[in-house]
């Protein structure tokens, strides 16, 4: 372990954990969508606002006391949520990978019915569970057959932190370039090895417990509040599916628009990926680059449509009455440039693709 790590971690935020999600269906929704997404701006208000959609309006509760009754056990949860369609009313069509990947919504219901299916149906019964080794290990193997795991069980890992385990981390992208910052260039598996020898090694230098929860914590919480190095002047993405289709006087960001779920794929895989590199909406001129991937010799659509399609959702919207973003939550907020005025070189072509899917990249000029 470099020993810049430890050095540094002595001065950081290690501190044990304050508040909790007081539902274990509000940690299987945390685990699945906070991969690929920003977690204040969209992870949160979703979980959020299931919570309020289910009458509960004070979802978080302090660790350091005994669990109340859960809120929303997970069979009630896939009772009020019969179908992934049912769930993304609430949430959003956030996939699971931009490569053949189910909904997250999807993902949620399937590791709530595998939890129910090992008889782990709220908070309390999953901190039994992480008490029971070999059961555990069943549990978390079968929840790795579900699409979107991710290299190392990084979700999984996820998962158990939130219901309260302290000795698992998760260490994700942030927790890697920290950890490379400070000359540990390693993988996942052996970034889960270097926290826990750094846990053992702060708990002896603080003369108090720290466990690799609360390195991979503050490790986070540090590099989210890092500056970004540089302004980032280019941003690319790939998004499943055929894009939005403008081709009427109609909003494509009415509710009930047709092209509603191509709509929020776009600015679900917007949003990540201004999330991944640190962008914010731009006002100078740019280039639209789209690549189409169809599995016919023509996609069902046309460019001129498919671009101004794409355009029209990317694009800053002006606050107005007769515009209702509501069904959208956070991702209404979502744009990568002031207007669509700004486009001053357009490229788009297409290619043979096994799946209709489509690529987006927007540079300043």
Excluded at 108 to 116: F, G, M, Q, S
Excluded at 138 to 159: I, N, S, T
Excluded at 220 to 231: L, Q, T
Aim: glycine share 8%.
């Amino acid at each position: 372990m470099s020993f810049d790590v430890v050095n540094t971690l002595v001065g950081m935020d290690l501190e044990p954990r304050g508040e909790r999600w007081g539902s274990l269906s509000y940690c299987v929704i945390d685990a699945v969508w906070s991969v690929a997404a920003r977690y204040d701006q969209v992870v949160v208000p979703l979980v959020r606002r299931v919570a309020e959609r289910n009458g509960d309006g004070h979802p978080l509760i302090d660790a350091s006391l005994p669990l109340p009754p859960d809120p929303l056990p997970l069979p009630a949860l896939l009772e009020r949520y019969p179908s992934a369609a049912a769930l993304r009313c609430d949430t959003n069509g956030q996939l699971t990978s931009t490569r053949g990947g189910i909904t997250k919504a999807d993902a949620v219901r399937r590791y709530a019915e595998v939890l129910v299916d090992h008889e782990v149906t709220d908070l309390a019964t999953a901190e039994s569970l992480m008490d029971d080794g070999k059961r555990w290990d069943e549990v978390d193997q079968a929840l790795a057959a579900v699409p979107g795991e991710g290299q190392y069980g990084v979700r999984r890992g996820y998962l158990w932190m939130l219901c309260g385990s302290e000795q698992i981390s998760k260490p994700d992208r942030m927790v890697l370039r920290w950890l490379d910052r400070h000359g540990c260039e390693v993988t996942v598996a052996e970034a889960r090895t270097v926290l826990e020898r750094a846990a053992e090694e702060l708990t002896v230098r603080l003369g108090r417990p720290v466990t690799p929860w609360m390195v991979d914590r503050a490790i986070w919480k540090a590099e989210r509040a890092r500056p970004a190095i540089g302004r980032v002047t280019a941003i690319g993405f790939d998004v499943a599916g055929w894009p939005p289709i403008k081709n009427e006087a109609t909003s494509l960001f009415a509710a009930r628009h047709p092209q509603r779920e191509r709509v929020e794929r776009l600015l679900v895989a917007a949003a990540a990926a201004a999330g991944e590199v640190g962008w914010t909406a731009v006002t100078e001129d740019i280039a639209l680059d789209v690549t189409v991937r169809s599995p016919m010799p023509r996609p069902l659509g046309d460019g001129t449509n498919f671009l101004g399609g794409i355009a029209d959702v990317l694009q800053g919207r002006q606050v107005s009455p007769n515009l209702d973003l509501s069904h959208l939550g956070e991702l209404g907020r979502v744009a990568l440039f002031a207007d669509d005025r700004q486009i001053q070189q357009i490229m788009y072509r297409v290619v043979t693709g096994d799946a209709p899917s489509y690529s987006v990249q927007v540079t300043v000029l």
